[in-house]
T-cell receptor, first 115, second 114 residues
Framework: AQTVTQSQPEMSVQEAETVTLSCTYD???????LFWYKQPPSRQMILVIR??????QNATENRFSVNFQKAAKSFSLKISDSQLGDAAMYFC????????????FGTGTRLKVLA | DVKVTQSSRYLVKRTGEKVFLECVQD?????MFWYRQDPGLGLRLIYF???????EKGDIPEGYSVSREKKERFSLILESASTNQTSMYLC?????????????FGNGTRLTVT
């Protein structure tokens, strides 16, 4: 079965510092997509960044970047220059490109940003 | 921007009541989803729909049903609410044509069953 694991239920980071959230997944597929979503206290989940498995280059969106290691099935999110507004739940998600419309989510990491 | 609107932010219902959670999206998305979010369990898929009147069970469909009579609207129905259905419910939509299309979420409905 395809699974997504986020092993850090909660993390803290000092404002302006860098933090890395981990995500691992299990799949036998060779082609898929990976996503990081952010859910602030207001609750609406929004997309942070996405990665296509066939692309070796790590995706970057402003202060957010990923470290995608396909062989290790690892997809970590790095947040640079952390801001108070980055405090949220972060969910990693996987979507295969065959056979299903499903997205599979991890259990989430709560990020606290300390002033 | 895509807007996904869930009709209620908070609902309190009694055990045994029939409960309707409504979701409307304004971007002509084919795919719509209902997730349940519980602490420590992440998001679990209840049902999804890939077209009008089409639906498929997700991972935890027991105790739930869905209706999609119009493309923009996807309803989640709790036939007889129970206390173990107290949770946050999230609706989402996306286009069908591309696997890298992200989900667009509503604000969520916090349902309490007493």
């Amino acid at each position: 079965a395809q699974t997504v694991t986020q092993s850090q239920p909660e993390m803290s980071v000092q404002e302006a510092e860098t933090v890395t959230l981990s995500c691992t997944y299990d799949t036998s597929e060779s082609d898929y997509y990976l996503f990081w979503y952010k859910q602030p206290p207001s609750r609406q989940m929004i997309l942070v960044i996405r990665q296509e498995a066939y692309k070796q280059q790590n995706a970057t969106e402003n202060r957010f970047s990923v470290n995608f290691q396909k062989a290790a099935k690892s997809f970590s999110l790095k947040i640079s220059d952390s801001q108070l507004g980055d405090a949220a739940m972060y969910f990693c998600a996987y979507r295969p490109t065959s056979g299903t419309y499903k997205y599979i989510f991890g259990t989430g990491t709560r990020l606290k940003v300390l002033a | 921007d895509v807007k996904v609107t869930q009709s209620s932010r908070y609902l309190v219902k009694r055990t045994g009541e029939k409960v309707f959670l409504e979701c409307v999206q304004d971007m002509d998305h084919e795919n719509m989803f209902w997730y349940r979010q519980d602490p420590g369990l992440g998001l679990r898929l209840i049902y999804f729909s890939y077209d009008v009147k089409m639906k498929e069970k997700g991972d935890i469909p027991e105790g739930y049903s869905v209706s999609r009579e119009k493309k923009e609207r996807f309803s989640l129905i709790l036939e007889s609410a129970s206390t173990n259905q107290t949770s946050m419910y999230l609706c989402a939509s996306t286009v069908r044509s591309s696997y890298n299309s992200p989900l667009h979420f509503g604000n969520g409905t916090r349902l309490t069953v007493t």
